[in-house]
């Protein structure tokens, strides 16, 4: 199974921006899609954007506009760019790959804290 490590998180104000990555032990080259989801504390995991291999996306309305996902096959890694952050944008981050089949693998997660 396809191992994936997340980097990028950390302390930033509101109004900065963070990339997050999230690199795998294989090839993404066939993959189905990337999801990126966040857990605040006290609240459930909540998807914020879902960037699939035929080119549609999806974000979460709080989202829409600052965050982009995108992936870099080459280099076996997927990222989100997150400008305008605000406050609650806190939370931990987890990225998801998914293959045909069903298969898929989870970061590890990276804490992103917004400062006001």
């Known amino acids: 199974q396809v191992q994936l490590v997340e980097s990028g998180g950390g302390l930033v104000q509101a109004g900065g921006s963070l990339r997050l990555s999230c690199a795998a032990s294989?090839?993404?080259?066939?993959?189905?899609?990337v999801n990126w989801y966040r857990q605040a504390p006290g609240k459930q995991r909540e998807l914020v954007a879902a960037i699939f291999d035929g080119g549609d996306t999806y974000y979460t309305n709080s989202v829409k506009g600052r965050f982009t996902g995108s992936k870099d096959n080459a280099k076996n890694t997927v990222y989100l760019q997150m400008n305008s952050l605000k406050p609650e944008d806190t939370a931990v981050y987890y990225c998801?790959?998914?293959?045909?089949?069903?298969?898929?693998?989870w970061g590890q997660g990276t804490q992103v804290t917004v400062s006001s």
């Open positions: 998801n790959i998914f293959w045909p089949g069903g298969a898929s693998s």
């Open positions: 294989g090839s993404i080259f066939r993959i189905n899609g």
